[in-house]
């Protein structure tokens, strides 16, 4: 069935540093792959997303990349801050259904 | 903009009763909804999709008896965990979606703790 797998589990930074999470999908008709920060006891809120028709995209210290042949798509986080300290999920789905498939988290703690 | 809120936040009960937890769009007409369970330290697993007016789509393994959904309007989607017992103690999420694009609006979640 439709999967994804997120890398690292767990990532520790230090202030100012970059923060790269990595995920693959398994489904070559996924078309849409947005990226969640979720903070304890709350839910998930959207960061970046990115459709297939599209290589890469940037919003400010947050950017995301695709590559479709390989079928794994990134987070880079630049500059992070202590408050960048959170749970990311990737997630991957296709038009007909709608339904996110979600990686497996990464804990990111930015050490100031 | 697409704001997304669920009632209540948390709920404690005793095994054997029934819980209703309310999804609710507040600025836009959401065509679906789905309904997420979180456990502790682990990803987001869909429970179900529902469409406004129509029967949920449940995801396999996930039992429809004992998780009614209802999506009566286009902005409210309930889901009620009947005869619930202490392993349902999750963290419920909900989302919605107005169809564009898969975009996914999430609610802040409701914490069901069962004695």
């Known amino acids: 069935g439709e999967n994804v797998e997120q890398h690292p589990s767990t990532l520790s930074v230090q202030e100012g540093d970059s923060a790269v999470i990595k995920c693959t999908y398994s489904?070559?008709?996924?078309?849409?792959f947005p990226w969640y920060k979720q903070e304890l006891g709350k839910g998930p809120q959207l960061i970046i997303d990115?459709?297939?028709?599209?290589g890469e995209k940037k919003d400010q210290r947050i950017a995301v990349t695709l590559n479709k042949t390989a079928k794994h798509f990134s987070l880079h986080i630049t500059e992070t801050q202590p408050e960048d300290s959170a749970v990311y999920f990737c997630a991957a789905s296709k038009s007909n259904t709608g339904k996110l498939i979600f990686g497996q988290g990464t804990t990111l703690q930015v050490k100031p | 903009g697409a704001v997304v809120s669920q009632h209540p936040s948390w709920v404690i009960c005793k095994s054997g009763t029934s819980v209703k937890i309310e999804c609710r769009s507040l600025d836009f007409q959401a065509t679906t909804m789905f309904w997420y369970r979180q456990f502790p330290k682990q990803s987001l697993m869909l429970m179900a999709t529902s469409n406004e007016g129509s029967k949920a789509t449940y995801e396999q393994g996930v039992e429809k008896d004992k998780f009614l959904i209802n999506h009566a309007s286009l902005t409210l989607s309930t889901l009620t965990v009947t005869s619930a017992h202490p392993e349902d103690s999750s963290f419920y999420i909900c989302?919605?979606?107005?169809?564009?694009?898969?975009?996914?609006?999430f609610g802040p979640g409701t914490r069901l703790t069962v004695l």
């Open positions: 489904d070559s008709a996924s078309n849409y």
């Open positions: 990115i459709r297939s028709n599209v």
């Open positions: 989302s919605a979606s107005s169809g564009s694009y898969n975009e996914q609006f």
